[in-house]
T-cell receptor, first 110, second 114 residues
């Protein structure tokens, strides 16, 4: 079974700071997704990346899929309190299964 | 609001008991996924159904079972409950069985086993 490790596990930063969250595996994934989960709610999809080296931007969020499709990063520019939440990466394993990472809990202080 | 509904929102029960969690997918979605989320294990994929048939299985215990009905709603049955089964259980749906497509998550059912 493939594993996805995220780092850091916890991150507390001031509003306006930049941050990067990492998602790493020793195995290759066919695709990778990033989700954000807020307390009391289910995860919400932010982006899907499928091509090695792919970079996608969503407003202040930049997602990158590693060239070898084993890792990914999420960079947030000028973080805001509304960015607070649990960030999860999920990798496609085989045809129908998605494996979720361990999660990064982000808190942005005003 | 994702369009996925789950009932009940909270469930408190005792060890050894059996419970049923219910999920209604978004209108038009054919695939339903079940996940377990606990503090120490993260989000674990349990099982996927597509148009009434089991499509993929993850780390689902033998004490757990699920099914998807003709109207596409799904139920997750948990039996012989143990303290360690306490967790958030999420249902998600997608338009088809392709995991590349977006999964829409429900609000979850919080199960507490005492």
């Amino acid at each position: 079974t493939q594993l996805l490790e995220q780092s850091p596990q916890f991150l507390s930063i001031q509003e306006g700071e930049n941050l990067t969250v990492y998602c790493n595996s020793s195995s290759v994934f066919s695709s990778l997704q990033w989700y954000r989960q807020e307390p009391g709610e289910g995860p919400v999809l932010l982006v899907t990346v499928v091509t090695g080296g792919e970079v996608k931007k969503l407003k202040r969020l930049t997602f990158q899929f590693g060239d070898a499709r084993k890792d990914s990063s999420l960079h947030i520019t000028a973080a805001q309190p509304g960015d607070t939440g649990l960030y999860l990466c999920a990798g496609g394993e085989g045809t129908y299964k998605y494996i979720f990472g361990t999660g990064t809990r982000l808190k942005v202080l005003a | 609001d994702s369009g996925v509904t789950q009932t009940p929102k909270h469930l408190i029960t005792a060890t050894g008991q059996r419970v049923t969690l219910r999920c209604s997918p978004r209108s038009g979605d054919l695939s339903v996924y079940w996940y377990q989320q606990s503090l120490d294990q993260g989000l674990q994929f349990l099982i996927q159904y597509y148009n009434g048939e089991e499509r993929a299985k993850g780390n689902i215990l033998e004490r757990f079972s699920a099914q998807q009905f003709p109207d596409l709603h799904s139920e997750l049955n948990l039996s012989s409950l143990e303290l360690g089964d306490s967790a958030l259980y999420f249902c998600a749906s997608s338009v088809d069985g392709d995991p590349y497509n977006e999964q829409f998550f429900g609000p979850g059912t919080r199960l507490t086993v005492l």
